[in-house]
């Protein structure tokens, strides 16, 4: 192992991810890949910082995940002490924490420089990516006394989980492409209907409804969920058009109203939980949408599960794009990350005039 960079963590700019280098600390020369599970951080700290700081952490890092009703956390949390450190070195979330002067094994990790830093306030918190193991991450978080240490953990407590979420994502986009995505899909979609999306291998052609403008892909173990709509912004022209004769993107409820419409035809009936529904504007590949998340249920069959949806307006047509999971038993935010960056792939030519004609063997009349 060598020298490498470690960067402190700026929390004036981290929602922004701003973050810049200081020093230089460690760096894997090793082919090892990290080991673990995406959903378990190892928290190393002493017996003294544990004790004070076992139900924050515990509140940090173990909060309940959203849009599920099974209770399951985030993350598990293991704690270890520094002593054994070696035998967990190659896990992949490390969660290093306590008091600078009476924790060894974090005032080896930084150089003089660093710990000057941290005495005078102006540093407290680092992180390093692939330090003894590739797709590693690391979190240090340290200071000068105990009550500045919790200071920190109460006041960040957001951020230090979002960089742990953040890592998982980032592992997630590199392995779920891994082995490739299904080509001929993409080509087809984008022949017989303007778009295409790039689904890992694994998807199948659920449902497929030309005349409807509605295709549907699963992929099973669990059941991942992805359904495209689109229709001429013309069908709704008096309700989406703005004074300007502009159009505008539908609101909550138009976007869900659609959404149970689709899904009495096509997912048997589940509808949305209109109370669990969060609903934002946002820049989804350069267009501006709607992005909704929230909870579907089918009371009929007893099933239900969270939901990510996309509505905008591109190319003279309303988009809903849906992603929903039936995983009971399983965490359900692990999957949804992966259905969010599916989404990503998701393109869309510009068709100003008329549909798109079916033209191939394998086209649905």
């Known amino acids: 192992m060598k020298n490498g960079d470690l960067r402190i963590v700026n929390f004036s700019f981290i929602i922004q991810y701003s973050l810049f280098t200081i020093l230089s600390v460690l760096a894997c020369q090793s082919s090892r890949e990290a080991a673990g599970r995406e ?120 951020i230090i989980h979002r960089f742990f979420v953040g890592e998982v994502s980032k592992r997630t986009r590199e392995r779920l492409y891994h082995d490739g995505f299904e080509v001929d899909l993409a080509l087809r979609f984008k022949h017989s209907y303007g778009w295409s999306i790039h689904v890992p291998k694994g998807y199948k052609i659920a449902r497929e409804d030309s005349s409807g403008r509605f295709v549907q892909l699963i992929r099973h173990f669990p059941d991942r969920l992805i359904s495209v709509y689109w229709e001429k912004i013309d069908e709704r022209s008096a309700e989406l058009r703005t004074p300007n004769f502009e159009f505008r993107i539908p609101d909550e409820e138009e976007c ?68 929903h999971l039936f995983a009971p038993g399983k965490k359900k935010w692990l999957y949804l990350l992966q259905l ?23 086209d649905i009349p």
């Not at 109370?275 to 504007?281: C, F, K, L, T, Y």
């Not at 969010?340 to 394998?362: A, C, M, Q, W």
């Open 340 to 362: 969010e960056e599916i989404s990503k792939t998701f393109e869309v030519e510009d068709i100003l005039h008329g549909e798109r004609t079916l033209g191939g063997p394998n």
């Open 256 to 323: 869900l109203n659609l959404r149970d419409s689709l899904a009495l035809k096509y997912f048997e009936g589940d509808q949305v939980t209109r109370e669990r529904v969060q609903s934002e504007e946002v820049n989804f590949q350069g267009r501006k949408a709607l992005r909704l998340m929230g909870y579907w249920e089918n009371e009929e069959k007893v099933m239900g599960g969270p939901f990510l949806a996309y509505c905008f307006i591109q190319g003279g047509r309303l988009y809903l794009l849906d992603f």
């Open 39 to 158: 959903d378990k951080v190892i928290v190393v700290c002493e017996d003294l910082e544990w004790r004070e700081l076992e139900s924050l952490i515990s509140e940090i890092l173990e909060k309940e995940e959203p849009f599920s009703l099974e209770g399951r956390n985030f993350f598990d949390v293991e704690r270890i002490r520094p002593n054994d450190f070696d035998l967990y070195r190659y896990r992949k979330n490390l969660f290093l924490m306590g008091v600078l002067e009476t924790t060894p094994l974090i005032s080896q990790l930084l150089t003089g420089e660093a710990q000057e830093e941290v005495l005078s306030k102006k540093a407290q918190v680092f992180e390093k990516r692939d330090a003894w193991a590739k797709g590693q991450s690391m979190l240090i978080v340290t200071a000068e006394n105990q009550d500045a240490l919790i200071n920190i953990l109460k006041s960040h407590g957001e």
